[in-house]
């Protein structure tokens, strides 16, 4: 096997063998329809913006910018208070932000440290859909921060206008009709995704489509990315033995709606009855009559998705599918962790200076503690001699207790830096700090698989065995 970048590498977290997987199921936004994030993030941004101004929101608002580096996936957001949140795995909140302002550690401390918090009632940015609803979010939130009064409604109620405005931006077709118009400025037209999927079918994989955009929406990015890529598979519902639209994960897995059958062009549906037929286009329907209908169940099927509630989490905790997460971000990533490994070398060499250093005054403290001890059954003179001993003990003790301090904010200096390097606000997507994100912990329960784009799979064979290295514990290492 060829060796491999990073970018085109799977990354195994449980062993997969892929000879035991029949079907293969793929998401189509970020997915197998990568987008030009920033194109679209700036055309939601602004579409949404224009349903606050029409609902009555102050006309200053049209001013707000949409800044497509503020957001980045795996953040929450804390509704109530209008803050944004960066959380390690462990509920830690490392940093947080009201609109643009960054609060500092003992405002942060009190709002969710110093006591226990739900993570789960705050929103979760999962989805590159979500990066431009926080971000404007975060822009109105500091708006009113800098405008007292002037929007009279609480953080959560503008939220819950935005959710609105958002859907409506939807339904009323001014994001996705704009996207249609102009295909080739949103989506990324990936030439190796046919070869990529050709490649599964000819290694004996069942491929199926599971998509919550509608079938309009699909038909017309589907058929910009694969219609006429190949002779043998001239239109792009050939690759899939079945293509469901509309099937509104995470619902699809905890759900019971039934299949439809989409029977024309223009979306015509119809309930279906009997199993899936091979090359049918669906409507709806749930995850286990879809393993009745196909004879299939549990890992026999990979799920592919960028989506770490809707498309993984539900469909291995519920079904134990197999999952395959696209982290897309990793890709920029890569270059800043090649870049930072000397400084990495640097921060745990400063830390073990500094435990070094703490070991050293717990050595002195404990020589202070004895000789005190022994001045209580002793004479004068040896309490003189102790006495001195522990004068130059604490003299020795303030000076490395300075060089502690020192080395402390020397450490914290170099993590910062390192930071910056991946993003200048939020840092690195899978650490805060030198402690694994909450994103990553999700990562690394659910997702049996992940890399930075499915046609990473083109470099693996379709019955590859993907062996994770071996679990340990922190007192194995």
């Known amino acids: 096997m060829q060796k491999l970048d990073k970018t085109q590498k799977i990354f195994v977290n449980r062993s997969l063998n892929m000879g035991s997987v029949t079907s293969i199921g793929f998401d189509m936004d970020h997915t197998l329809a990568r987008y030009h994030r920033e194109n679209f993030e700036n055309l939601a941004f602004h579409k949404t913006l224009e349903k606050f101004i029409e609902a009555g929101y102050p006309e200053e608002l049209k001013d707000l910018k949409f800044n497509p580096k503020f957001v980045i996936r795996g953040l929450l957001v804390d509704r109530s208070k209008g803050n944004l949140l960066k ?41 590159f859909f979500a990066l431009s609803e926080v971000q404007l979010f975060t822009e109105i939130v500091d708006y009113m921060r800098r405008h007292p009064g002037l929007i009279k409604k609480s953080f959560r109620e503008v939220y819950a206008d935005l959710r609105e405005f958002i859907d409506l931006s939807h339904r009323d077709g001014s994001i996705k009709e704009e996207v249609l118009q102009n295909l080739d400025r949103y989506i990324v037209k990936d030439p190796d995704l046919p070869g990529t999927l050709i490649k599964l079918i000819e290694g004996g994989k069942k491929l199926f489509l599971l998509t919550n955009s509608d079938w309009t929406y699909t038909h017309a990015v589907m058929s910009y990315l694969l219609d006429g890529a190949s002779e043998d598979y001239p239109k792009w519902q050939d690759y899939f033995d079945y293509s469901i639209v509309s099937g ?5 897995f905890t759900g019971s709606n039934p299949f439809f059958e989409v029977v024309d062009q223009n979306g015509l549906l119809k309930q279906h009855n009997g199993p899936l037929t091979r090359g049918g286009l669906y409507h709806g329907g749930n995850a286990k009559l879809f393993e009745k209908l196909t004879d299939q169940k549990g890992d026999q099927i990979l799920y592919i998705g960028d989506h770490i509630y809707g498309d993984i989490m539900r469909s291995k905790e519920l079904f134990n599918w197999r999952t395959l997460l696209v982290v897309e971000e990793l890709e920029e990533e890569f270059h800043a962790l090649d870049q930072t490994q000397n400084s990495m070398d640097q921060i745990f060499s400063e830390i073990t200076l500094e435990d ?12 202070i503690y004895t000789w005190q001890r022994r001045m209580s059954f002793c004479d004068n003179k040896k309490q003189a001699k102790y006495q001195r001993r522990i004068e130059e003990n604490q003299k020795m003790i303030q000076e490395k207790e300075q060089q502690i301090e020192e080395q402390h904010l020397k450490i914290r200096s170099l993590v910062a830096a390192r930071e910056d390097a991946f993003h200048p606000i939020w840092g690195e997507l899978m650490h805060t ?19 930075t784009k499915i046609t990473n799979l083109s470099f693996y064979s379709p019955n590859q065995k993907f062996r994770s290295l071996r679990d340990q514990l922190p007192h194995e290492l």
């Not at 947080?96 to 110093?114: F, I, M, V, W």
């Not at 070094?356 to 020589?367: C, D, I, K, M």
């Not at 700090?433 to 890399?451: D, H, K, P, T």
């Open 356 to 367: 070094q250093l703490v070991s050293e005054v717990q050595n002195l403290r404990g020589q």
């Open 433 to 451: 700090g030198l402690e694994m994100s909450r994103f990553a912990q999700q990562v690394e329960s659910f997702a049996c698989l992940y890399c």
């Open 248 to 252: 509104g994960k995470p619902n699809f």
């Open 87 to 127: 959380v390690d795995s462990h509920k830690y909140v490392k940093i947080a932000y009201h609109g643009h302002t960054k609060l500092e550690k003992s405002e942060r401390h009190q709002l969710y440290n110093a006591q226990g918090y739900k993570a789960d009632s705050f929103l979760s940015v999962d989805t």
